[in-house]
């Protein structure tokens, strides 16, 4: 197998160039770093078009490691080994763990497209979502997305405004849960409006809440709004929700991460569920 050297070539281009959104969203495609993040595509069923790995990757490991040696039977998927040098030109990070892949949107668990939000809400009707209003800091938004994989949530929405899911720096931050949570960009106002009709509970994460977080029973189907780093929600999507929450906060600062406080209140509906269940078995 030949290796790629030059950075010129057009394989390497046409993968670099999914750094930027608006050629992400064109070629339908992103960019993953690492074994681990690939390893957690192919679980989940995405399609992954190309598979770079360094040279020295592949030498160390006398060839691809096992959990991804059946993409060499993959027809669809083409295999290039590179010198480190182009590594570093198609990924973002200063160590790129020896391994880049190019995958398909839409693929495994993420539905992005507007006619898969259907399927994205009815996976919401006994169960827990996210929408995130306008965060603008993709780390926070990979991270939520971590936290809610880890609470058992079954989707996250996220509105017109948030970062790119597919910014190197959100799938970084998930640590491969976007393959694991549904994610589907929605406008914040139709999905907010058809969770409740379906009789979920919409519950708004604000400094100046009604009650504090620990106090809100959050043992059924609900819906949970975190806002913007430093705005917070929206006047109107508070006005959208049943109840809204606080963290209650003794010390001198004045609020939380967003990621932080969504951890907190995911956490504590994990308790509340955990200890239903207990008492009712």
């Known amino acids: 197998m030949d290796i790629i050297?030059?950075?010129?070539?057009?394989?390497?281009?046409?993968a670099a160039e999914l750094k930027h959104k608006k050629l992400r969203e064109s070629a339908g495609a992103f960019l993953i770093e690492g074994i681990k993040m690939t390893e957690e595509a192919l679980k989940a069923g995405a399609r992954v078009k190309t598979l770079f790995i360094s040279e020295k990757a592949f030498k160390a490991g006398a060839g691809l490691p096992p959990s991804l040696r059946s993409l060499e039977n993959h027809r669809d998927c083409r295999i290039y080994i590179i010198s480190e040098n182009v590594l570093s030109r198609i990924t973002d990070t200063e160590t790129p763990q020896g391994m880049a892949a190019v995958v398909e949107t839409g693929a495994g668990g993420m539905l992005l497209h507007p006619e898969e939000q259907g399927s994205l809400r009815s996976k919401h009707d006994d169960g827990i979502g996210i929408f995130l209003e306008a965060l603008q800091?993709?780390?926070n938004v990979g991270t939520i997305i971590r936290t809610a994989d880890a609470a058992g949530v079954c989707c996250v929405y996220l509105d017109e405004a948030c970062a790119d899911l597919f910014n190197p720096k959100t799938l970084r931050s998930s640590m491969g849960s976007v393959f694991h949570?549904?994610?589907?960009?929605v406008t914040g106002k139709t999905v907010v409006a058809e969770i409740k009709e379906n009789g979920s509970k919409v519950i708004a994460a604000?400094?100046?809440g009604d009650s504090a977080y620990y106090d809100t029973d959050m043992t059924g189907s609900f819906l949970l709004m975190i806002g913007n780093e430093s705005a917070g929600l929206s006047t109107a999507s508070v006005d959208m929700a049943d109840v809204t929450i606080r963290i209650p906060m003794p010390g001198q600062a004045e609020s939380l991460n967003a990621s932080a406080a969504a951890a907190v209140i995911l956490f504590e509906a994990v308790r509340q569920r955990q200890e239903r269940k207990s008492g009712a078995s």
């Open 181 to 185: 949570v549904p994610c589907g960009r």
């Open 137 to 139: 800091d993709p780390g």
């Open 206 to 208: 604000t400094p100046y």
């Open 5 to 14: 050297t030059s950075t010129k070539n057009p394989v390497i281009r046409a």
